[in-house]
T-cell receptor
Framework: GAVVSQHPSWVICKSGTSVKIECRSLDFQATTMFWYRQFPKQSLMLMATSNEGSKATYEQGVEKDKFLINHASLTLSTLTVTSAHPEDSSFYIC????????????FGPGTRLLVL | AQSVTQPDIHITVSEGASLELRCNYSYGATPYLFWYVQSPGQGLQLLLKYFSGDTLVQGIKGFEAEFKRSQSSFNLRKPSVHWSDAAEYFCAVGLSGNTGKLIFGQGTTLQVKP
């Protein structure tokens, strides 16, 4: 099946610093990728849609200046949490659909972010 | 507004017993429906999906789900649960228009007793 990777798998940073998370589709191309956020014991909330070669589309209530998304190639999307604060601590998961159809998403393993 | 409800937050079953996890959705059009499983600290793995056609769909690991339009439900079932099935299960609705966006239910934690 399709494989999506994320790097790093976990990161600890100081408050005020920025953190970059990478999402890669390993064996297929993805013109669109999705970023989700998951708090402990809660469901996944869609943050934004990452579009290759154009601006990301953010869901209502998500600060686009806080969560910078860049989709530089057909296999890579990055999420940068800028000026991170403890409330940004969460589990961030990306997904990508198989090229040619958006119906089925394949998810990355997630990145655990802890902001001290 | 579109929504997905998983009424059971936590379910405990004995190993070897049957399992049914409930999922109800609210969506105006015919939805694309998914069940995902998440092990602790891991990403999501697709168990099965329904797009159209036969309303009983088979998935991996012996799971199946039945789409019932009249009840707006897509319940997940497994005849005999294994200890390795203990995990978090998420039902999700994919919106039409081929956007790829998913709306997730709150999740059901499955605990398996030996």
């Amino acid at each position: 099946g399709a494989v999506v990777s994320q790097h790093p798998s976990w990161v600890i940073c100081k408050s005020g610093t920025s953190v970059k998370i990478e999402c890669r589709s390993l064996d297929f191309q993805a013109t669109t990728m999705f970023w989700y956020r998951q708090f402990p014991k809660q469901s996944l909330m869609l943050m934004a849609t990452s579009n290759e070669g154009s601006k990301a589309t953010y869901e209502q209530g998500v600060e686009k200046d806080k969560f910078l998304i860049n989709h530089a190639s057909l296999t890579l999307s990055t999420l940068t949490v800028t000026s991170a604060h403890p409330e940004d601590s969460s589990f961030y998961i990306c997904s990508a659909p198989i090229a040619g159809g958006q119906k089925t998403q394949y998810f990355g393993p997630g990145t655990r972010l802890l902001v001290l | 507004a579109q929504s997905v409800t998983q009424p059971d937050i936590h379910i405990t079953v004995s190993e070897g017993a049957s399992l049914e996890l409930r999922c109800n959705y609210s969506y105006g059009a015919t939805p694309y429906l998914f069940w995902y499983v998440q092990s602790p600290g891991q990403g999501l793995q697709l168990l099965l999906k329904y797009f159209s056609g036969d309303t009983l769909v088979q998935g991996i690991k012996g799971f199946e789900a039945e789409f019932k339009r009249s009840q707006s439900s897509f319940n997940l079932r497994k005849p005999s649960v294994h200890w390795s099935d203990a995990a978090e299960y998420f039902c999700a609705v994919g919106l039409s228009g081929n956007t790829g966006k998913l709306i997730f239910g709150q999740g059901t934690t499955l605990q398996v007793k030996p």
